[in-house]
């Protein structure tokens, strides 16, 4: 996992458009711009209006997914988009792990707001099976149902409790 730069902001744009009719299914109605350039002024503008962080995620040296943090209203948001291929593996939930372990010794708050919609069954599993997140509320958004989550930051006392965890729920 490293930091999203101008070192890696292609393959991210790359790795979207490659995956926007999914990416539109489980995380924004949004388009994918239809250029870098565009691309670029997004995030940019994104990054002025509340995006704290966003990480890209590889394996093998392929990019397989991002995840990201954000603030609206004083909360903070996080939220993340894998490849297909690694849903079901461990991987989103380790990057979800060192996401809040980031937010936890680097920003302010006590608690991280994670939604998903109804019908993105790997990242609603991640958040069930876990036992960390608590459903918070459902609502809708853009006509779709919604699930949020609350994680308390003041309960990851031992993050690599929650790394064992995984390793015993999840398989690559």
Not at 18 to 34: F, L
Not at 118 to 134: D, H, K
Request: glycine letters at 4%.
């Amino acid at each position: 996992m490293s930091i999203l730069d101008r070192e890696n902001d292609k393959l991210l744009y790359a790795f979207l458009k490659a995956n926007e009719e999914e990416y539109r299914m489980t995380i924004s109605s949004a388009s994918i711009p239809n250029s870098f350039e565009d691309f670029r002024l997004d995030l940019e503008k994104d990054f002025e209006t509340g995006k704290e962080i966003q990480f890209v995620v590889f394996k093998e040296g392929v990019l397989v997914g991002t995840i990201y943090v954000y603030n609206i209203h004083d909360k903070w948001n996080l939220s993340g988009f894998y490849s297909k291929e690694v849903r079901k593996t461990r991987i989103p939930f380790l990057t979800i792990v060192a996401t809040l372990e980031y937010i936890r010794d680097n920003l302010y708050g006590s608690e991280i707001f994670f939604s998903t919609y109804q019908e993105n069954v790997e990242m609603n599993s991640i958040a069930q099976r876990t036992g960390v997140f608590e459903n918070v509320r459902i609502g809708m958004s853009s006509k779709r149902v919604v699930n949020e989550y609350r994680v308390s930051l003041d309960s990851l006392d031992h993050v690599s409790k929650l790394k064992s965890i995984m390793l015993a729920r999840f398989s690559d």
